[in-house]
């Protein structure tokens, strides 16, 4: 069935371009968190502790979804886009510039979903996509190799913990193609049982920390983590899929890499030298190739990585 086309494809084009900037400007303002009044802890509170109390309906109405998941399935998606995965990742912010967050970790997922569908689900990428993935590794090489001043152990540390949020994504990506779930309904198990799990182990380890925080400051990250991130991101690449179709709103991913880094400019101070802009721009190329850009869609045949919030 064809998709929408004239004012609706121009609609879902403004629904994915929203979508992906949310994506984007998380590792800026993470990055600027964690490195002011909260940490990757509270971060991680504030973004589950919200959104968690928000989806729990969706839950207590549709169930666990063991029949599609299973335990360790649940497990999977919790770990890959749940508290574990925004703790690993708001802590790799600590280290490491956002513009590296932004190229690492969403841009290198769809090399590590492909290893993990080989792996898995016996997935054979086409050759559109393995020059995508070439270009992928090509740019993590560069940006993991060329820091501005020379060997910065920290940024390493930054940098590997990106790699492995990705990894963990990568396995919630490949579990939801197995499960075949409503994505609604399952960031509503991610969030709800983050909330369940983690929020605990939060205030058994801080107490009343978030009280004594600026107000304005655990506001904002709430809304933002909670319901700008999580919850209307989605709702906004949801609608996008529905017009321009699984393969032309993922390949929108794509520009995540290059927004992180173009938003990090002003509102944080941080630029990318010529050798990070190069790997930002490779990783950012192959990601399209490798997600459903244009020139590889002739060759997919119902292989989309589907794009998740950060």
Request: hydrophobic share 55%.
């Amino acid at each position: 069935m064809p998709h929408d086309r004239g004012p609706n494809r121009f609609l879902g084009t403004v629904f994915c371009c929203a979508a992906v900037s949310i994506w984007a400007g998380w590792s800026v303002v993470t990055r600027l968190a964690v490195t002011t009044g909260l940490d990757a802890w509270d971060v991680t509170a504030l973004r589950f502790g919200v959104a968690g109390g928000v989806l729990a309906p969706v839950v207590i109405r549709k169930g666990l979804a063991l029949n599609h998941l299973g335990w360790s399935g649940l497990a999977m998606i919790v770990a890959g886009v749940g508290a574990p995965y925004v703790l690993v990742a708001a802590y790799g912010l600590r280290f490491a510039p956002a513009y590296d967050q932004g190229a690492l970790n969403p841009g290198c997922m769809p090399l590590f979903v492909a290893l993990l569908a080989a792996a898995v689900l016996r997935e054979a990428a086409s050759i559109m996509q393995k020059l995508g993935l070439s270009f992928i590794l090509t740019g993590a090489i560069l940006i993991v190799g060329w820091h501005d001043a020379g060997w910065d152990t920290s940024r390493l540390v930054g940098d590997a913990l990106f790699l492995l949020a990705s990894m963990l994504t990568a396995g919630f990506t490949v579990t939801m193609r197995r499960a075949k779930l409503d994505p609604l309904h399952a960031v509503a198990l991610v969030s709800t049982g983050s909330l369940v799990i983690y929020l605990p182990v939060y205030l058994l380890r801080f107490g009343s920390r978030i009280a004594q925080l600026p107000l304005a400051e655990v506001a904002f990250q709430a809304a933002f983590q909670g319901i700008l991130v999580t919850i209307i991101s989605l709702l906004l690449y949801g609608r996008a899929v529905a017009i321009l179709g699984a393969s032309a709103a993922a390949s929108f991913g794509a520009l995540v890499p290059v927004l992180s880094a173009l938003f990090a400019i002003p509102l944080l101070g941080e630029w990318p030298n010529l050798p990070n802009w190069a790997g930002i721009i490779i990783i950012s190329a192959g990601a399209w190739l490798a997600s459903g850009g244009p020139l590889s869609v002739g060759t997919r045949r119902g292989r989309e990585a589907k794009s998740v919030p950060p």
